[in-house]
């Protein structure tokens, strides 16, 4: 992407209405609009984290054996009635009235349609184990909107829903999501602590919210320290066997870790005291196991092995990847602006014309920026008529991984400057050097 055909409305000033770091520097590198209370249009740059966060979620769903498919976000409030939750839900969910005064709703969570697919097809138990997941918008209309798209109204979710014949096999489902978050959010760059958590209005008795130690963060969490260190599975988990991944949730779940909700002051007192974090956290992700919740009242069941009807247990797994945008840059910034982890950087590599119209710059720039889309980096080209100060402060701003500094003094020399935003090394070596770089 050339910059100076791009479309990245950056802000000068810092937005006196954003409370925290992410939603400031979100504004100010161009991400996001607001176009009412908690909801946000995604701009260029936004768009793209967002979608790269999207897609290693989706792989390591896929990776898990969940299905994806796409449900809409629009409901009819009938489904919702027949698990009971119309009514219970309250005000958080955005009722709609279609032309024919039918009512509608703008999906908060999908567990309703989805069982009402499953109880369409699935009519076997030979057909389980399933889960099926969607990455889609949902709504809710949240009293306190606040921090961006941290806690927005309408904002993205992956949300997958496992069907079992008993509770054995749905604990298994719920060990394989386990396992899921573990290396999503480790791929994401994130430490994120699996702790047990209160079910809410998903409803059911087993519950870990993933969260990110983090000062902004909206919830109070007590934990284990260890849990920091621990190694997350390996991209070869056996996804199949039952006694691995009970091995995993095990080790996992082996230390204290709650939310306030869940808290048990005494046991967390048996906590060596310089073990002991309590601290604010955000909650990127939240499995549940319901077992027949929605299966029962919404008539979900399965010709078990004997012929006879068996309700399906489930389990509901969201992520936020909208809300991991704000969590990455709470945790991956410094004074200059946002610091991306590579593998979810807007932009792989930068590179940087210091002066626009020499020839030497111009064409060693666009040498440097064909050969990084060539094999396959997305590049950003500043070929923008800006002074060099400028241009420096907006690479560090919107956080791209690595600089390549193209000058007429180094070029003299046949040298470029790569630069490393996270630790802001600068190395001064050749041109070929730094195409060998990126091969
Ligand atoms: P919170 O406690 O922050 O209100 P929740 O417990 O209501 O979240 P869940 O129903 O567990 O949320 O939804 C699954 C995931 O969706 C959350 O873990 C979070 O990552 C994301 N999420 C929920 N609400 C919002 C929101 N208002 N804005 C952005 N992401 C959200
Ligand atoms: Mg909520
Ligand atoms: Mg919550
Ligand atoms: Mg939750």
């Not at 740059?45 to 054996?65: A, M, Y």
């Not at 919702?80 to 039918?102: N, P, V």
């Not at 099926?132 to 306190?144: A, G, P, S």
């Not at 004997?306 to 991991?324: F, T």
Request: aromatic share 10%; charged share 25%; net charge negative.
């Amino acid at each position: 992407m050339r910059l100076s055909r791009y479309f990245l409305p950056l802000l000068r000033d810092t937005p006196k209405e954003a409370e925290i770091v992410s939603h400031r520097l979100m504004l100010r590198a161009g991400m996001i609009r607001q176009e009412s209370a908690g909801i946000y249009a995604w701009l260029p740059l936004g768009l793209r984290v967002l979608n790269k966060i999207s897609n290693v979620i989706r792989e390591e769903q896929n990776r898990s054996g969940a299905i994806e498919i796409l449900m809409p976000t629009i409901q009819s409030a009938d489904l919702w009635r027949e698990s009971g939750r119309y009514d219970a839900y309250g005000k958080e969910m955005l009722r709609i009235k279609d032309r024919h005064d039918r009512e509608m709703l703008y999906g908060p969570t999908n567990e309703e349609m989805v069982t009402e697919i499953v109880r369409a097809y699935v009519k076997s138990y030979k057909d389980l184990p399933l889960n099926l997941y969607h990455i889609q918008w949902k709504f809710r209309d949240e009293v306190r909107p606040r921090f961006g798209v941290m806690r927005g109204r309408e904002f993205l979710m992956k949300d997958a829903y496992s069907f079992d014949l008993d509770k054995d096999a749905a604990r298994h489902a719920y060990n394989r999501m386990f396992a899921a978050y573990l290396r999503t959010f480790a791929r994401l760059g994130l430490k994120a602590i699996p702790m047990k958590a209160d079910t809410g209005p998903i409803g059911g008795d087993l519950s870990h919210e993933f969260i990110v130690l983090a000062s902004t963060g909206e919830s109070e969490v007590f934990c284990h320290s260890d849990y920091l260190n621990f190694e997350t599975p390996a991209a070869d988990t056996d996804f199949d066997s039952v006694a691995g991944l009970q091995g995993i949730f095990d080790k996992w779940t082996s230390l204290y870790a709650a939310t306030e909700e869940m808290h048990d002051k005494s046991a967390f007192e048996a906590v060596p005291e310089d073990k002991r974090v309590s601290a604010r956290g955000i909650e990127v992700g939240h499995i549940f196991y319901f077992g027949t919740k929605y299966s029962e009242p919404m008539g979900a069941a399965v010709a078990g092995p004997d012929g006879q009807p068996v309700l399906l247990h489930g389990g509901s797994y969201g992520i936020g990847p909208s809300r991991l945008v704000a969590a990455l840059i709470e945790a991956g910034h410094d004074d200059g602006g946002i610091v991306w982890p590579e593998e979810i950087a807007p932009f792989d590599v930068s590179v940087i014309n210091l002066k626009v119209g020499d020839a030497a710059t111009d064409g060693a720039a666009a040498q440097i920026y064909q050969h990084l889309l060539a094999k396959g980096y997305d590049a950003l080209l500043d070929d923008t008529e800006e002074r060099p100060g400028a241009k420096f402060a907006t690479a560090d701003l919107i956080g791209v991984p690595w600089q390549i500094i193209v000058g007429p003094k180094g070029l003299a020399e046949g040298k470029v400057e790569l630069k490393r935003r996270a630790g802001g090394e600068r190395e001064l070596v050749s041109l070929e050097a730094a195409l060998d770089r990126f091969k």
